[in-house]
């Protein structure tokens, strides 16, 4: 009997945990030091034949280490360009970029954004009308909220570690 009460207790806690995590739709992200990831650039305009971006971020927390069809200007921007005559980008990644959160940095927010910029001074015929997706806020914590036995990942683990 003890051993069902446990199961079922057990079941309970990672419905709990479950439902809060999917309760939280956000764009921001928890990343603790050392943790890496990847931002995807995708133009989300109709009808964009052409675009000069820059991906800006903190680069006081994050490193970039490494980027996709654009180039690191300086510490905190990247970025990139594109033309194509015959086929939009509608729907495409444009830029790939890997970031690696920062040692000792914990308790920080790093905001990643996407800031389209003009390639001339003809602006009627240069100025891309779109809409990019990828933009991202990073929150430096020490541990991720739910991950009681620390692996990084939220799982029936934690809902266990949290009965011991």
Known sequence: MQSVKKRLIVLMLALV????FLGTASAAIDKKPGDT??????CKGADVYAYVI???YDASVLENTGVTSGRKIADGEITTAGADLYSAYTGKTVMTASFKVKAGTEGKTAAITITEMQPSKDADKN?????WS???????VDRIPGDADGNGAID????????Q
């Open 156 to 163: 029936i683990d934690d809902a266990l570690t949290v009965l």
């Open 134 to 140: 990828g933009g991202t806020t990073i929150n430096v």
């Open 127 to 131: 100025v891309v009308d779109g809409k």
């Open 37 to 42: 990831f990847t931002v995807n650039v995708v």
């Open 54 to 56: 820059a991906l800006n």
């Open 17 to 20: 945990l479950g439902v809060s």
